[in-house]
Each structure stands twice: as C-alpha cells, then as structure tokens.
C-alpha cells in the first residue's frame, strides 16, 4: 500500500466517521481513556545500540535531576532496540531537555525526543466497517 492509498484511505475514513459515527464502534476491555502524556517522562528515539543508561543519564542529568533511566532491549538478543525513557523530578526539566535535545546528536546519531504516553493496556480502539465506507480491500 503506498502513501497516496493511506491518505485516500484516512480521508475516507475520517470523512465517514463525520457524517455517520453511529457504523463506528467503540471497543473497549477498559473503563477509563487513555492517559495523557507524563509531564515529566521522555521518550528517546533513535538511540546509538552502544549506549548503555549510564551515558544515556550523563546526556540528560545537565538538564535537571534525572529520576530513572530505561533502555528498553531485545529480550532474545539482549541488544538495544534503539528507544528508552528518561524521567525527571521536575516537568520544567523535562520540557527543557525535550527542547534542547531533540535533534542533537548522541554518540553519532540524532535522537527524536518526545513526550511518553503511559502504556495502557485494553484501552478504547476504534474499528471502522470498511464495508460500509465503500472502500474494497483492493484499492
């Protein structure tokens, strides 16, 4: 599927869902939404597989007072899978080394740094009926 094909599809599909929500269903195995960002945790993409937490908190700790630091690794590897999180005391930190990180480079690579979302597990999804939006699975 190429990118055309997406954007038609999100169009129609965002299209459909404004002028007929009732054929949409909301599934949900939870009761409540899903979490807004943390304030205080970022998530770091784009990480170098030589980083290890040690270096990844010396990058951040210039910033402010870094609570914890995850690299999150291939459990049948045990190599990086590239991402971790990084957690500060204090939401103003945070926003600080978001704005200052992002796009820097670390150990040759630049990361992408945002805002973490809480996992939630079970939390609302939203699953159209591709029939009744007139789209065939040929497109």
Do not use: C
């Amino acid at each position: 599927m190429n990118n055309s094909t997406l954007v038609f599809l999100g169009r129609k599909i965002l299209a459909n869902f404004h002028s007929q929500p009732s054929k949409w269903r909301l599934y949900s195995s939870a009761a409540s939404a899903p979490s807004p960002p943390s304030n205080n945790k970022l998530f770091v993409g784009g990480l170098s597989w030589s980083v290890d937490e040690k270096s990844l908190k010396d990058a951040f700790s210039s910033f402010g007072e870094v609570d914890e630091v995850r690299i999150v690794y291939d459990k049948d590897s045990g190599r990086s899978r590239g991402f971790g999180f990084v957690i500060f005391s204090n939401e103003d930190d945070a926003k600080y080394a978001k704005d200052a990180m992002d796009g820097k480079a670390l150990l040759g690579r630049p990361l992408r740094i945002n805002f973490a979302f809480e996992k939630v597990r079970g939390g609302p999804v939203v699953v159209p009926r591709l029939s009744n939006l007139g789209i065939s699975s040929s497109h």
